[in-house]
């Protein structure tokens, strides 16, 4: 896959152990992208925090838009971390797994597992373009439970929607 977003860093750039191979997805805050972890020989998910409203990516470097905003690009960044840190506590089996964190080219990225499947946004576009009422009952009792757990803990996801829930092949939602 190849990305239609101009800031993502450019297939087969390496960010340590990572080496990056091609773009899952992007948003208003950041870029996701498939990545090889050559330490642990898997197929790993990248997610960068580069907020558009905030910074810009000038080479490999993410930098703030302006002198302006760049409290507002370290403030998110930190929380990004922070969210991060957090999300590494969890084992939930319907939240994705992050497995490390880090800084680097001024931002900030996330770890986590790669998880095999197809995203909701992806189903519903299909041809039959509808899932089955048991298929919607198992993505609620999954939905649920997953941000049960993660409210529990005092935080909010604030980005649901179908393109963010994958349903793993084995048909569990995450």
């Known amino acids: 896959m190849t990305s239609d977003n101009v800031q993502a860093l450019p297939v087969g750039t390496l960010l340590g152990d990572y080496r990056l191979d091609s773009v899952i997805g992007h948003g208003g805050f950041g870029i996701t992208y498939r990545a090889f972890d050559s330490q642990l020989a898997k197929v790993v998910a990248i997610k960068e925090y580069l907020p558009v409203e905030f910074a810009v990516r000038q080479g490999d470097k993410v930098v703030p838009r302006s002198a302006r905003s760049a409290d507002d690009f370290a403030w998110g960044r930190e929380r990004f971390l922070d969210e991060a840190r957090a999300l590494a506590r969890f084992r939930h089996p319907h939240i994705v797994p992050v497995l490390?964190?880090?800084?680097?080219?001024?931002?900030?990225?996330?770890?986590?597992?790669?998880?095999?499947?197809?995203?909701?946004?992806?189903?519903?576009?299909?041809?039959?373009g509808r899932l089955s009422s048991?298929?919607?009952h198992r993505l609620a009792d999954g939905l649920v439970g997953g941000l049960s757990a993660v409210h529990a803990q005092g935080f909010l996801h604030r980005d649901i929607k179908p393109s963010n829930i994958i349903i793993r092949r084995d048909g569990i939602p995450v």
């Open 100 to 128: 490390r964190y880090f800084e680097a080219n001024g931002t900030a990225y996330t770890v986590m597992e790669f998880e095999d499947g197809k995203n909701v946004g992806e189903l519903l576009r299909q041809p039959a």
């Open 134 to 136: 048991d298929d919607v």
